[in-house]
């Protein structure tokens, strides 16, 4: 008789889904994902991976050559006015440049390594596949039960990794919804080089413009504005473009130089505070379907990343070998819980200080920060940036 080993189902195929699908599939568990989409695929933008994300990628078994395949090595480069004048600029000779290195990532490409190793570990990718309910079982008894489709998946784990307005979290806790930032995103890659090559941002009035490298020839840019919800708009690169009029230069220049077809926006959404618990029967939540932050720290991600080594280090692995699962989804939550509120925190107070910020208040920001050493700030990213996975278990 062949022996399999336990079985789970991740709803959704994003970068939560896929990392904690590898973890599970690499701790032997017969993994099936839900995606709805009908392609696979990541929204084409780019993400700033810190050291945490890079981290949680080599727990993942990705090495260097790997991880430099998805990206460029880069550094923030400090924060400035929306005419240019600096904030707080980081130079590359700072005691602490350690602190603020990244990767500057495509992420489809990021996306795409996850998704090779995912099927290389024979997990079954399944698009088309709409979660529409779940039944949450019991760790100690009935499996869970995940209906996609018309058609129901049974499994000892369920991985709720269907991003922010997560259909599993709506199905097991509906009274925990996200909220509209107020804030909407225009994102776009752009065969293009900067100089200097390191991610800077650009603070104005309830905006904040960022440029960053994400490849040789290759820029990354986002301009976040504040906007009613739902916002409809003729041409997004003409509305970019006269919304950053009169910013810095290399503001201008790069939106002047993307095809209008690589202009992105989305509405962004958060889970203030995050799920009240990331486990309910045989389900678990990762991703931003647990802890949707704001982008204000760029630490989505990184932080599913993270989610999707805990995965496979407290919860796949000790149960693989005969570890109860109660027990592991347990420790997935004290472990996971208080780092991403506190994660979640330090992004609505950088929301609040930064890009939220009205015109009344930016003289009195901007010279207040300037005579802030920016070690002082990059301290708290160390705290952050400085995370390592737990280490693998027997
Ligand atoms: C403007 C902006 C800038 C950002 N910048 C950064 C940054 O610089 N650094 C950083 O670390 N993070 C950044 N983030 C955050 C980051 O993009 C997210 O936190 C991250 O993508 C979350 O991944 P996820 O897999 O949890 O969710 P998602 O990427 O949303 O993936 C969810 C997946 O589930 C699928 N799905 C949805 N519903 C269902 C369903 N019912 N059934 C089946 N499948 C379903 C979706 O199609 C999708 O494939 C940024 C976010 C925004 C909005």
């Known amino acids: 008789m062949v022996q399999t080993g336990p079985t789970a189902v991740v ?34 933008a ?103 489709g018309g058609t129901d998946h049974r499994a000892d784990l369920v991985i709720a990794a269907d991003g922010v307005n997560s259909a599993v979290r709506t199905a097991l806790a509906p009274q925990q919804r996200p909220v509209y930032s107020g804030y909407s995103s225009w994102r776009a890659v752009v065969p293009v080089a900067i100089d200097p090559a390191v991610l800077t941002q650009y603070w104005g009035p309830h905006a904040e413009f960022g440029t960053m490298p994400v490849g040789p020839e290759l820029t990354y840019w986002y301009g976040y504005v504040a906007m009613p919800q739902g916002s409809r708009l003729l041409d997004e690169h003409t509305a970019a473009r006269e919304r950053f009029a009169g910013w810095a ?14 202009v992105l926006r989305h509405d962004v959404v958060h889970l203030p505070g995050g799920m009240r618990r990331y486990h ?33 280090r407290l919860v796949a692995e000790p149960v693989a070998s005969g570890g109860e699962l109660a027990g592991a989804l347990a420790e997935f939550d004290a472990v996971r ?15 609040l200080i930064g890009s939220h910020l009205g015109p009344f208040w930016q003289g009195a920001r901007n010279a207040l920060m300037r005579r802030t050493p920016s070690s002082v700030i990059s301290r708290g990213a160390h705290a952050v940036m400085d995370w390592t996975p737990p280490p693998p278990r027997p």
């Open 280 to 312: 309910l029967g045989r389900v678990l939540a990762v991703g931003d379907a647990a802890h949707a932050m704001l982008p204000t720290m760029g630490q989505g991600a990184a932080t599913a990343l993270e989610d999707g080594v805990c995965v496979a």
């Open 337 to 351: 819980r208080p780092r991403c509120r506190t994660i979640a925190r330090a992004a609505l107070a950088s929301a």
């Open 11 to 44: 709803a959704g195929a994003g970068i939560a889904g896929l990392a904690s699908a590898l973890g599970l599939a690499q701790a032997g568990w017969q993994v099936t994902v839900l995606e709805r989409a009908a392609e696979l695929g990541e929204v084409g």
């Open 46 to 148: 780019g993400v700033a991976l810190s050291r945490n994300g890079v981290a949680s990628l080599r727990g993942l078994g990705l090495d260097d050559e790997a991880i430099s395949s998805i990206g460029v090595s880069t550094r923030a480069g400090g924060t400035f006015d929306l005419r240019g004048g600096p904030i707080m600029p980081i130079e590359a000779s700072a005691a602490h440049a350690e602190a603020v290195t990244m990767r500057g990532v495509y992420r489809p490409r990021l996306h795409d390594a996850l998704l090779d190793r995912v099927r290389a570990h024979d997990v079954h990718v399944k698009t088309g596949a709409a979660v529409t309910d779940v039944v949450a079982g019991s760790p100690d008894g009935e499996q869970a039960v995940v209906t996609a």
């Open 249 to 262: 230069e290399p503001v201008r220049d790069i939106i002047d130089a993307t095809p209008p077809a690589a």
